[in-house]
Structures are given as structure tokens and as C-alpha cells.
């Protein structure tokens, strides 16, 4: 009984990617042909020739893995051009093969050709040829006489070609990973407003309201868009726009859209087929709405993460359905944006999304692949598939060694130089960063000026594929100055791989990477370049001056991290830690340090702790000046003295928590992160108000004057300032505006001004048992911290800290700019811009509890009156927000912190290294990001960590040693090891007894982890980065064949079956194999494993089987399964001439 499917499936199972054969000719360039009485293809894909004797070696293509593969049933003479190239394959460059074979091989066919054409060209033209083009673009002919050899040399070749060549990016591959057996339920609901097709029978059912227009797809930037209106909405099939409708996720991956009238299902979109890099955020610049969700098929996304050379499949056709209704596809334009109410519902969406979606990796398989089990296999006693019936595991149920990337991308345009301006160049122009055909941010339009200025940022994440950046300079068509798709474009700059990889010193996914100088390129800042800005013609006009930094880290399974998570949740080190970052890490990027740490702190549940120590760092310099004046004040004779030396102290305490460090930074992202609902609730509809209403509130009698004169000449403020009005006619307007009415208008905007800050006082001051408990928890220890530091006798010190964060850090950032903090849909500009400085100003001042001078402001004195009248209310409100006192005010808000978050019900198993909700903090990417930080590589002696004798880094990078034996680290005894408790016998016992006791939460072994030590903590992170470097240089490598026979005899089998019953196809329009992931079309395409898939190409041989014992020279397990190509298999259409052409060859041998 026949146990493979076909000849192919039996060959590859065997031979595992080797091929030893006699009798070929080959051809660098199909017009010269070489005799070689033996090819030979190794287990390292290097192809070789050998003579008789198996001597002078020769090789002919050196990397196999990813090649290209083409067969032609018969090459002659006849059909060859003048410049000896295949009309069908274009051009092939000549001596694409070593200079040696060519040399030699040119001797061969000179020295034959002359006496022996005329007998060979009948047979040989009639001979099939295997055309191989390697990933490098080294190419070679191979004429095959035999009909076995043919069958065996294909298949081994198809192993190579399903093999993935040098380069981390080409190990990119996506896979499902959720739970597969969830409880049938829906894990998400929520009504939102939805872009996508309207479905012409449902048009009544839905409630379509006006929006912004969706981005337009562009496949090329310098095409202009057919199609577009004047709005910029695409006039296609596809109807399209903006409704509202219910959304729920269920627990099978699919989400529904359905109609909230009558509960009709409109469509679904199968999330499973998704990719994670296609559920993106929308920047708030192309909708003034951060709460946009992106899910579609980006195709040339998906088109960038083939290896061309073994697909030729066009980016259309690796689209599937996107939109399905009663399993039928739904026309749309490959995309779907939905607009959350709340930015916490999108962080809810994004999170559950994620988990059903196809995650993508960099990996590959090794010697620590391990079988996960499946439902045809027994696990107990597993039947090798080459002695069973059944189908062997799925690829996906073996393990692959991988990592995930994270490369975050920050983009800074700052201003654009143009060369040659056009005349009477007029308008509004703005820039536009695009990917994928999309754009996905946009800078405010400017004046079109030789020197248009943004100063505008925008950062996302990178998928693994993407190489290029295109940022375009476009001029508003229309009168509003709103960007549209059918804007006119002037210009596009291309951030090219060579800039972004100036930020990356390690193996990266960027490809032509070069080496970065500097050795903490992770933590580095991208240097300010100015990129050539080309026309439509690609002729420069001018230079963008940007800033561009790339961060790529590769992140371990969570599984690597749960020793140093162990670590880091014990506070022992923490202010250690502290110290070291302060000494270490550069100014630069301070802030982002203080975010990361921040980040880990608070996923790990710990972050009290964290502040804790921030707290009593940050008051060491405190407590130690209270202590010297509190020395003087007892010891000194004379008074005044003693206040000189107070007074050189005053500054401490007036300017504590005023600047930047650890703990500000720290404390103000994580009250603005947990308040964010609270400033949505207390501050959105009071921002709204002011923007309709409008209403004038300055009080400066100068600017009202300025504002009126400006008014009365139909112009803008701005406009007047800029104007080029002589001194006399200033004069003359002055003296047309009667100083009684400017004191009437001011009077009017105090008041409006006043009315303002009443409301928004009381807003805050009511709802101080709204704020969230986790805010009060830290403002309370903050304050009784400072309280013990301070004087006893000093009671302000302590309320201008918390004022420093609860309002400079809290209140009036969001009051100045409430777009920054998702509060409003727009930049506040001009009048309600003032408005809210004014508002701003006057809040500070009264939590300060300090009225206004007549030399500083003094046309805010008139608003003492409200400080006066409220000062009582501030000391209450500090009391109540720091638990000093007892709250009564009832809770009016309603804020999802009083509530417990929903949970989603996924797997811990599958979904620990999707990001955290609330608030979305990859977990694994901080914890990759503070091993950087504190490696000891980086740390090596001779650097400034060990430069201090105090530190006794030194030491501590002795501990660490190489095994070269086993090509790990072994890092030495922790030192809480050190004690004669754990006198133990090795290391590696040692590493995994303290394993075994963090794990343990018995109080016998509390004295354990509380003696955790910076120290231990950069000894994890090299152990963790020596992880990441091993494995970065293992998949960076090409794939072999031995990589899947290493560990389970099955994986090799279920690789076979994969590639044959899955991937490998043969295009009959072109007569080569390709390798895919998606089905191709079926009428062009037929599966290479498959009975008559070569049928259509009429092969001719010229040793059959019953003959072909005599011209191979493989074992004999090759020999036997030589036989399985019969000429039906193969397509054989037999010929008159049975003689051999090689017959001239080996008798003149």
C-alpha cells in the first residue's frame, strides 16, 4: 500500500532537501551548455558539479533557500533571441555562475560543438529544463534527460524554495493564538459611529450622520486620485459614509455590525483573518477624534511581507473577503474606521480585537520546537507518520523559538525650505505622512511661503514589513483650507531606510541596516535631518526638516520574564534604582525612562510602592535642609543670623516639585492617565460651551483696544499686529476709541470672565469625591511624606506640592490645551484660546492661594475678589482630596474607576502579552526596554558605571561568565544566594531552588526576596539580553532542513505535508512553482502534488525508469523511490528518437 500521497510527498520525507544525480548540461545563460556527470545539492543548499571521478569540485549556486523555480518543457536554439535570452524570462545576464564552471565550461562546449551539433540539437531540444534564480539573483539552467532525476531535483528544490533565507525580516510569520474553545457569548457591545458601505436595503434602518471624509486608498502618490469629489470622498460602487450602529464581538472572532433600529445584521468581518498591524489608531489630525479605530486589509502591507522570489501572486489577489453578510462577500473598500464615545471603550475594543486577530513574529524552528499536541495524534504513544495513514500535525501545533518586534517611529516636521517658489503662490499647505497607500496624520494647514513652519508630531508603530515612509506636501483646494483627498500635491519626501536605521546599533528588521556609532542607540535621539522634498517629475525643489527616531526592540514570550516581574514587584530595589537612572541615563530622555518605569510598575500592581520610594528620594535633600536649619535655629546666638542662613534655604522649599525628575514626571503621567475620564466629564461640555458662546473675556484694556481697533477694519487681531499702518494713523484710531467705552467692554468681558471661572471652579470643587481614589491615594501619602520633612511649624510647603500637581500638572495643562487631552475635537484658537490662559492663570493663583500684584498683572487684580471669596474652599479641597478630612460631597460623575473593569474573559495563557486595559501598557516592551537600561554589556568597566569605586559595578560584572560549552550566560549566586541557607551544589540547582521560592509565598521565605538587589536585577537583564542576542543571531541565519528534524520526527513530516498540500502550486501560464499562504485562483493555478499537474507541460525524457538504475549514483533509498515518477506523474509525452544525446559525450569521456 502506498503510505504518501504522491511521489512528491515520499521524496522530500526521505531525502530531506539533498539530490545526487549524473548526466545534466547546464547553462548560465541558456545559450552555452555544459556537460556535468554529476550535481550534487547539500543539506546546506549549495549546489555542486562533479567530474567521473568525483573530482573538481565546482559550485554552482550557493543559497538556495526562497529561489525561484521555473520549468520549461523544451529550450532550443530556435527560440532564443539574438542576445541569447528567453523571450519569456527577459534578459538573463551572462557568467551568472562561478567564473571557474564558466571557464571550464566553455572549454567543454568549444571542443564538442564543432563535431558533435548536428547529432545533439534534435534530442536536447526536446529535453525539459529546471530554471533556478537564487534570493541573491544568481541563476542557472539545468537540461534533465531523465525522467527520475527530473521528479527528484524538483522536489528537493521545492524544499529549498519553502526554506527562508538570511535576515530577520524574512522570518516574519502571523498566526491565531486565541483559546479555541471560549464559551459562545459576545465579550464586547458597544454603539458607536461606524464608516463603511451602507447596504442599499437596510439605507432607512440606519442613522447616517455628516463626518469628516475617510482617507482615500492611493496605490501610487504621485497618481492622481480618479474619482474624488469635492469633498474628498471616493465616488465608487462602494456607497459609503458615516451611521451609527451596534457592534458586538463574539467569542468566535467574528465581529457584527447590526442595525440599532431593528437588530438586522448589516455585515462581519472575520477578525481571524486581520493582522495585528491592520487594527490601528487613527491620529486625532485626520478625524480631530482620538477615538478612530482602523480595521481593514492593507494590501500592500501584506504584499511587502512576501518573498517575491517564490510568489508571484499580485497584491490584490492575497486580499480575501473583508466584509461578509449570510457568508456571502460584501463589496467595500477593504476597510472599516469606527469612533468610540470614549477613548477607555477603544482601549477595550483594541485590547479584544488583538486577542483574535493573526499576531505577528519573528521565529524560526530549532532544537527547541516541542509538539503542543492536537486531536489526531495520541500524546501518550504518538504513530510516526511515515509508518501511518492518518495526516501528521498542523505546523502551527509545533512551537518555533520567535520574538515579537516593537518599532515605534516618532516623526517630528518642524518646516519645509523651498527652493524656487511659484509666482503668486498662494493657499494653505500642509504635510501628510502616508503608508500603505493611506495617510495617517496630517500637520495643521499653513500659509504656502517659502518657509511654511509645523513644529508638529506624530508616532505610531511599525509593522515588521514596512521599509519606507512617504511624507507629502500638499496645497488645500478648497476655501475652508481642510484637507482633502483631491488636494493638490507639491511635493513627497521619502524617509528611506538608511535614516531610520541611524537609530539602531543591534540586528534590526530594517533591511541594508547600517551600523550605528553610538553603543545606546536605544535610548539616542534622532538627530534633525533635512530630507530632498521631489515634484511629480522628481526633480528637488526643496528640503523638510524633520526629526525621525526609531526605536526597535525584540521582545521575549512572557514566559522569559517572570523571574525579573518577581523582582521588580519586590520595592527592596527600588530606590536603587532610582539612583541609577539619575546617574545614568541622559537628559534626553529622562522623561521617557520615567515613563517606562512607570509603566512597569503600574502593570505589575505595585505602583504605591513605586511612588513610595520616589517620594522619600525626592525629600532626602528636603529633610536634610529642615534638619541643618533646625540645627542653626537652636544653636545660634543671633537671630538674624539665623534668618540669613533661612534664607538661603527659602528656594528648596518654593520651587520643590516645581522642575523635572522621576517622581513629577512619574506623578503627573499617572494622574493625568488614571484622571483622564474625570477631566472628560468635569471639563468636555464646559470647553464645548465656551467654543459656542464664544465670548469675549479679556481684560486688558490695551489688547480690548487692540481687538477693537482690529474689529472696526474688518480685521483678525493677529491681522492688525501684522499690518503696516504708520505711527499717525494708530494715533488717529486711538483717539477715535472713547477710553469709556474700552472701560465698558472690559468691564463686560471681566464678567464673562468671572461667570467663567465660577462654573469651572465649581465644577472642580463638588466633584472632589469624583476624583479617582487612586489620585487621592498618592496626593495623601505625598502630603504626609512632605509634612515629615518640613518644619513642623510650616504648613504651606506641603500645600504648594500638592498644588503643583493637582492643578500645574493636572488641571491647567488640560485647561490650556484640551485637545492634547482628547477633550475637545479641535485646537482652541483665538478667542476661547485667551479664554482659557486667562481661566488657567486665575485657578493657579487661587491654589496657591497668592492674589495678583499691580506690577505683574494688573488687569487681573479686579479678580482677587474670587481668590479672596474662595481661598476657604482651596484649604477644603486640599483637605478633602488628601483625606484630611471627610468628603460629603455626593459622587455626580459616574466614572468607570468606581466600577470594575469588564472583564473580557480571554485566556491568561494567550492573551498576557497583549497590552493591559485599562490604559494600554505593553507590559513585555517596558520590561525589554529597562533590561536595555540595566545590561551589563553596556555597562562593561571602563564606561561611567564603573568609574566609582562606591558602585562596585566591577564586581558584579565578574560574576558574570560565559559556558562556551553550552553558548549561554551563567550568571553568578543572587545576593540574597549568599546566605548559608542556600548552600546548594550548583548553579544551575541554585537558579532554579530560588525559582522555586519566589514562587512560594510562605513566610519562611519572605527574607528571601527582601534581599533583592539592584545588582540581581542587572544580572537578569543580561541573562534576558544574552537570550535576546542568541536567539537574534539564530534566526538571522538562513533556514536549513535540519533546522525541523532536530527535535521531533513528526515536525519534518507535518513541513512536507504543509508545503505540498498547502503552499506549492505550479502557475500553468508561466510553468513555475510558487509558495503561498492564500489559495491562488484556481483556473491558472493547480497544486504541485496533485496527479497530471505537469501533464499540461509534455515532458520528454530520455532514460526511462526501467533504465534508469544505470545513470544515478544516490543510495539506494533514493534510487528505489526514484521509481515513484511514473510517466504519468510527470506528463510525459514520448517521442520517436529514443537515443540518448549523452551518448557522444560519455564515449568521447
Not at 152 to 166: F, G, K, M
Amino acid at each position: 500500500m502506498n503510505k504518501h500521497p504522491s511521489p512528491f510527498h515520499k521524496i522530500i520525507s526521505r531525502s530531506k532537501g539533498t539530490f545526487t544525480g549524473r548526466n545534466f548540461l547546464v547553462s548560465a545563460d541558456s545559450v552555452s551548455w555544459t556537460h556535468v556527470h554529476t550535481l550534487k545539492l547539500t543539506s546546506e543548499g549549495q549546489l555542486y558539479s562533479y567530474d567521473e571521478d568525483d573530482t573538481n569540485q565546482i559550485l554552482l549556486l550557493q543559497s538556495l533557500q526562497a529561489c525561484y523555480i521555473q520549468i520549461y518543457p523544451n529550450i532550443s536554439t530556435s527560440t532564443l533571441n539574438s542576445s541569447g535570452s528567453n523571450p519569456s524570462l527577459g534578459t538573463v545576464p551572462e557568467n551568472s555562475v562561478k567564473k571557474g564552471f564558466i571557464r571550464k565550461a566553455a572549454e567543454a562546449a568549444t571542443a564538442t560543438a564543432t563535431t558533435h551539433t548536428s547529432d545533439l540539437a534534435v534530442d536536447e531540444s526536446q529535453l525539459p529544463v529546471i530554471f533556478v534564480k537564487t534570493y541573491d539573483n544568481d541563476k542557472l539552467y539545468i537540461k534533465i534527460p531523465s525522467q527520475s532525476n527530473f521528479g527528484c531535483l524538483l522536489a528537493s528544490l521545492v524544499v529549498w524554495q519553502n526554506l527562508r533565507p538570511s535576515g530577520l525580516a524574512k522570518k516574519w510569520y502571523c498566526q491565531n493564538k486565541h483559546r479555541r474553545n471560549l464559551p459562545s457569548s459576545e465579550l464586547l457591545v458597544c454603539r458607536f459611529k461606524i464608516y463603511g458601505p451602507i447596504p442599499p436595503k437596510y439605507h432607512r434602518n440606519l442613522n447616517i450622520v455628516p463626518g469628516y471624509p475617510a482617507p482615500v486608498y492611493q496605490a501610487r502618490i504621485e497618481d492622481d486620485i480618479s474619482g474624488v469629489n469635492g469633498s474628498g470622498t471616493m465616488t465608487s460602487d462602494v456607497n459609503e459614509g458615516w451611521f451609527y450602529t451596534m457592534g458586538a464581538l463574539n467569542s468566535s472572532g467574528v465581529l457584527n455590525f447590526i442595525s440599532e433600529l431593528d437588530g438586522t445584521l448589516l455585515y462581519s468581518i472575520d477578525v481571524r483573518q486581520i493582522m495585528s498591524s491592520e487594527i490601528r489608531e487613527v491620529h486625532n489630525s485626520i478625524f480631530n477624534n482620538s477615538n478612530v479605530l482602523f480595521i481593514g486589509q492593507l494590501k500592500e502591507l501584506r504584499h511587502n511581507n512576501v518573498i517575491k522570489t517564490i510568489s508571484n501572486l499580485s497584491a490584490d489577489q492575497y486580499s480575501q473577503p473583508f466584509l461578509t453578510r449570510d457568508g456571502k462577500p460584501v463589496p467595500s473598500n477593504q476597510r472599516i474606521l469606527i469612533e468610540f464615545p470614549l477613548h477607555i471603550d477603544l482601549e477595550d475594543w483594541f485590547v479584544g480585537l488583538n486577542y483574535f486577530c493573526k499576531r505577528e513574529y519573528i521565529g524560526s524552528f530549532n532544537d527547541k520546537t516541542k509538539h503542543l499536541g492536537g486531536d489526531v495524534f495520541n500524546p501518550v504513544a504518538p504513530v510516526k507518520s511515515s509508518n501511518s495513514l492518518v495526516e501528521p500535525p498542523k505546523m502551527s501545533e509545533f512551537t518555533k523559538s520567535s520574538f515579537r518586534v516593537s518599532k515605534k517611529i516618532s516623526i517630528d516636521i518642524i518646516e519645509a525650505k523651498f527652493d524656487n517658489m511659484p509666482y503668486r503662490a498662494s493657499g494653505k499647505i500642509y504635510a501628510e505622512t502616508r503608508m500603505w497607500g493611506y495617510p495617517w496624520s496630517r500637520t495643521a494647514p499653513v500659509n504656502f511661503t517659502a518657509n511654511p513652519f509645523w513644529k508638529e508630531h506624530f508616532s505610531t508603530d511599525l509593522p515588521i514589513s514596512t521599509q519606507m515612509i512617504h511624507i507629502l506636501i500638499k496645497r488645500c483646494n478648497n476655501r475652508s483650507n481642510i484637507p482633502s483627498s483631491s488636494d493638490k500635491l507639491i511635493g513627497t519626501v521619502y524617509v528611506t531606510p538608511d535614516i531610520l536605521t541611524n537609530q539602531i546599533n543591534s540586528s534590526s528588521t530594517i533591511i541594508n541596516m547600517g551600523e550605528a556609532a553610538n553603543g545606546n542607540s536605544h535610548l539616542a535621539t534622532g538627530d534633525i535631518v533635512r530630507l530632498t522634498i521631489h515634484d511629480s517629475n522628481n526633480i528637488p525643489i526643496g528640503k523638510l526638516v524633520v526629526d525621525v527616531n526609531l526605536r526597535e526592540f525584540h521582545i521575549l514570550s512572557p514566559a522569559h520574564f517572570k523571574p525579573l516581574e518577581r523582582m521588580l514587584a519586590n520595592p527592596t530595589p527600588m530606590k536603587d534604582l532610582i539612583q541609577f537612572c539619575n546617574k545614568h541615563v541622559p537628559s534626553s530622555d529622562f522623561e521617557n525612562v520615567s515613563l517606562i518605569l512607570l509603566d512597569i510598575f503600574q502593570s505589575l500592581g505595585v505602583e504605591d510602592a513605586w511612588f513610595k520610594n520616589l517620594i522619600e528620594t525626592e525629600l532626602v535633600h528636603v529633610d536634610m535642609t529642615t534638619r541643618k536649619n533646625y540645627h542653626k535655629r537652636n544653636s545660634d546666638q543671633n537671630p538674624k543670623k539665623h534668618e540669613r542662613g533661612l534664607s538661603s534655604s527659602t528656594n528648596v522649599f518654593n520651587t520643590l516639585f516645581r522642575g523635572s525628575s522621576i517622581f513629577s514626571k512619574s506623578l503627573e503621567k499617572y494622574n493625568l492617565r488614571i484622571g483622564q475620564e474625570y477631566l472628560e466629564k468635569v471639563f468636555g461640555d464646559f470647553f464645548v460651551k465656551i467654543s459656542r458662546e464664544n465670548k469675549n473675556c479679556e481684560v486688558d484694556p490695551r489688547y480690548v483696544r487692540l481687538q477693537e481697533r482690529a474689529r472696526r477694519k474688518g480685521r483678525t487681531v493677529e491681522q492688525q499686529q501684522e499690518s503696516s499702518s504708520d505711527d499717525d494713523e494708530d494715533e488717529e484710531d486711538e483717539e477715535e476709541i472713547d477710553d469709556d467705552y474700552i472701560d465698558q467692554l472690559v468691564n463686560q468681558n471681566f464678567n464673562n470672565l468671572m461667570s467663567y471661572v465660577e462654573e469651572i471652579w465649581y465644577k472642580i470643587y463638588i466633584t472632589s469625591n469624583d476624583i479617582p481614589k487612586q489620585i487621592k491615594l498618592q496626593l495623601k501619602n505625598f502630603r504626609t511624606k512632605v509634612e515629615l520633612a518640613c518644619d513642623p511649624s510650616d504648613h504651606t510647603t506641603s500645600l504648594n506640592c500638592i498644588s503643583a500637581f493637582i492643578f500645574l500638572r493636572f488641571f491647567c495643562p488640560a485647561i490650556l490645551n484640551p485637545k492634547l487631552f482628547h477633550l475637545t475635537k479641535n485646537h482652541q484658537t483665538g478667542t476661547a484660546q485667551r479664554t482659557l490662559t486667562l481661566i488657567a492663570k486665575i485657578l493657579l493663583n487661587l491654589a496657591n492661594r497668592q492674589e495678583f500684584t499691580p506690577l505683574k498683572e494688573p488687569h487681573l487684580v479686579k479678580m482677587n475678589s474670587f481668590i479672596t471669596s474662595h481661598t476657604d474652599e482651596i484649604y477644603d479641597y486640599f483637605d478633602k482630596i488628601t483625606d484630611r478630612k471627610n468628603d460629603f460631597n455626593e459622587r455626580i460623575l459616574n466614572l468607570s474607576h468606581d466600577v470594575k473593569r469588564f472583564d473580557l474573559g480571554l485566556d491568561d495563557s494567550t492573551s498576557s502579552e497583549l497590552p493591559t486595559t485599562p490604559y494600554l501598557i505593553d507590559k513585555y516592551l517596558r520590561l525589554t526596554e529597562i533590561i536595555h537600561i540595566l545590561d551589563y554589556s553596556k555597562n562593561s568597566p571602563g564606561t561611567t558605571l564603573t568609574s566609582s569605586p562606591a558602585n562596585g559595578h566591577v564586581e558584579m560584572f565578574r560574576d558574570i561568565k560565559v559556558d562556551h560549552e553550552r553558548n549561554v550566560y551563567q550568571i553568578g549566586s543572587l545576593e540574597f544566594e549568599k546566605s548559608d541557607f542556600l548552600d546548594l551544589a550548583g548553579d544551575n540547582e541554585t537558579e532554579g531552588f530560588i525559582k522555586s521560592l519566589c514562587q512560594n509565598n510562605e513566610e519562611i521565605f519572605s527574607f528571601i526576596s527582601s534581599n533583592i538587589t539592584l545588582q540581581d536585577l542587572q544580572k537578569q537583564s543580561t541573562k534576558l539580553m544574552a537570550k535576546i542576542h542568541t536567539l537574534e543571531r539564530y534566526l538571522d541565519c538562513s533556514e536549513y532542513p535540519i533546522n525541523f528534524q532536530s527535535v521531533d520526527p513528526l515536525l519534518w513530516d507535518s513541513f512536507t505535508y504543509d508545503i505540498l498540500n498547502n503552499r506549492v502550486y505550479l502557475d500553468t501560464t508561466r510553468n513555475c512553482i510558487i509558495s503561498v499562504d492564500v489559495p491562488p485562483p484556481p483556473s491558472q493555478y493547480k497544486r504541485l502534488a496533485e496527479s497530471n499537474a505537469l501533464a499540461s507541460l509534455k515532458l520528454r525524457f530520455t532514460t526511462t525508469s526501467s533504465n534508469f538504475r544505470n545513470s544515478m549514483v544516490d543510495s539506494d533509498s533514493v534510487s528505489r523511490i526514484s521509481l515513484s515518477f511514473s510517466s504519468h506523474s510527470l506528463g510525459i509525452g514520448r517521442g520517436s528518437n529514443t537515443k540518448n544525446p549523452f551518448k557522444k559525450w560519455l564515449r568521447r569521456n
